[in-house]
């Protein structure tokens, strides 16, 4: 249950708190559900070998605010467009999730062109999908998604080959 300050209970409230340390991650209402940042980060890659897409992948984890969000990425080394000699994008999956409410769950799969030493994203998205912490959320299906959007990815070369040419 959620309290108020003067210790009475506040009925439709619910409370997502870390089980090591008892700290509050997020106060919600009725509504909501919880996804845990395990299941986010284990539907994707369950998905990603599940499909056998790659055999070559890395994958980047980060946590912030003591637990409250995360974000992370895979990056396909070996699933590659070059619409220019020498110019590389990678498909690459980001996905977020957040216990205070602040970032809805979300994946994206994308291109990550490499012309430069930190990469550069494209503006558009292969798949895409965003979800508040209800109910209709769907984990697993969003994942299926990511993965499905290789394949545009794939085709999309003629059009990154245009957008080369645009200044």
Same mark, same amino acid.
């Given at each position: 249950?959620?309290?108020?300050?003067?210790?009475?209970? &506040?009925?439709?409230?619910?409370?997502?708190?870390?089980?090591?340390?008892?700290?509050?991650?997020?106060?919600?209402?009725?509504?909501?559900?919880?996804?845990?940042?395990?299941?986010?980060?284990?539907?994707?890659?369950?998905?990603?070998?599940?499909?056998?897409?790659?055999?070559?992948?890395?994958?980047?984890?980060?946590?912030?605010?003591?637990?409250?969000?995360?974000?992370?990425?895979?990056?396909?080394?070996?699933?590659?467009?070059?619409?220019?000699?020498?110019?590389?994008?990678?498909?690459? &999956?980001?996905?977020?999730?957040?216990?205070?409410?602040?970032?809805?769950?979300?994946?994206?799969?994308?291109?990550?062109?490499?012309?430069?030493?930190?990469?550069?994203?494209?503006?558009?998205?292969?798949?895409?999908?965003?979800?508040?912490?209800?109910?209709?959320?769907?984990?697993?299906?969003?994942?299926?998604?990511?993965?499905?959007?290789?394949?545009?990815?794939?085709?999309?070369?003629?059009?990154?080959?245009?957008?080369?040419?645009? &200044?």
């Amino acid at each position: 249950p959620v309290f108020d300050t003067n210790g009475n209970a &506040i009925d439709g409230h619910q409370c997502v708190m870390r089980t090591d340390t008892n700290d509050v991650l997020g106060v919600h209402g009725s509504r909501y559900k919880a996804v845990t940042h395990d299941d986010v980060v284990n539907s994707i890659i369950d998905g990603v070998r599940q499909a056998n897409l790659s055999s070559d992948w890395t994958e980047q984890v980060q946590v912030f605010e003591n637990g409250r969000k995360i974000r992370g990425h895979i990056l396909f080394n070996d699933l590659t467009v070059e619409p220019a000699v020498g110019d590389y994008t990678k498909f690459k &999956i980001d996905f977020f999730n957040s216990y205070d409410a602040s970032w809805s769950f979300s994946q994206q799969a994308s291109g990550l062109r490499l012309w430069c030493l930190n990469g550069c994203t494209t503006p558009d998205a292969v798949a895409r999908s965003r979800y508040k912490h209800t109910s209709s959320i769907n984990v697993e299906g969003s994942a299926n998604k990511m993965i499905n959007g290789v394949q545009h990815f794939m085709s999309r070369k003629e059009v990154w080959q245009s957008w080369m040419q645009t &200044i």
